[in-house]
């Protein structure tokens, strides 16, 4: 008899920090015989994630920038780090670094990222507090493909939640991130099934008729 099962997909993560939605993702996958987590990789020295990480029993590497004489010098060297995990898909999980166009393209329709603004609005840094005072009454937090421009990849996910009359900066931005715990993992979840891609055209395709379970409401 033939084996058909297919091998899982494998992803590695950036992360810089604590990693929470990293923290997300790694718990869903260990759930999981069609994703693994092949790594963890800060840019930061002793990070809680990579910490975390490692206790899960998933590798971690820590690349510093100050061992390298230039931010393209860095990125080729990471480049080589995570391609030698083989990684159907390179996951930017707070990955506080703007990467250079050579690394997005060698891993071009492979590599994600989730920022906290529901896109096109709010690209950058600060969006919470941004939300804030434009006074929006929704806001939230976007899945996309990454491309060599920040922020304007292609959009696969959006949650949306309300903006309080009380919010402050850091209220919003706490109900904003238990919405990417959600829908992050959803994304890769849908990676690993083969139902979300893009087509030549960079455009997100669904292999099945998904598209309303990527709306949450928090």
Known sequence: MVNTKQA?????ILISGRGSNMQAIVKMASQRDDIEIVAVISHKAESAGCAWAAEQGVATAELLPK???????????????????????VILAGFMRILTAPFVD????RILNIHPSLLPSFTGLD????????????????????TPILDVGPIVAQA??????????????ARVL???HKIYPAVVDYLARGIVSLDAQNRVIFSEDAQTLFVYQG
Request: net charge negative; hydrophobic share 40%; with cysteine.
């Open 160 to 173: 949306v939640v309300p903006v309080l009359a009380d919010d402050n900066a850091d209220s919003l931005a």
């Open 106 to 109: 060698y891993f071009q329709h």
């Open 178 to 180: 238990t919405m990417e």
């Open 8 to 12: 899982p997909k494998r992803v590695v």
């Open 127 to 146: 969006t919470h507090e941004r939300a804030l005072q434009e006074g929006v009454k929704a806001h939230g937090c976007t899945v996309h493909f990454v």
């Open 67 to 89: 061992a390298y004489s230039s931010r393209e010098a860095y990125d080729e060297a990471l480049l080589a780090l995570v391609d030698s995990y083989q990684p159907d898909y």
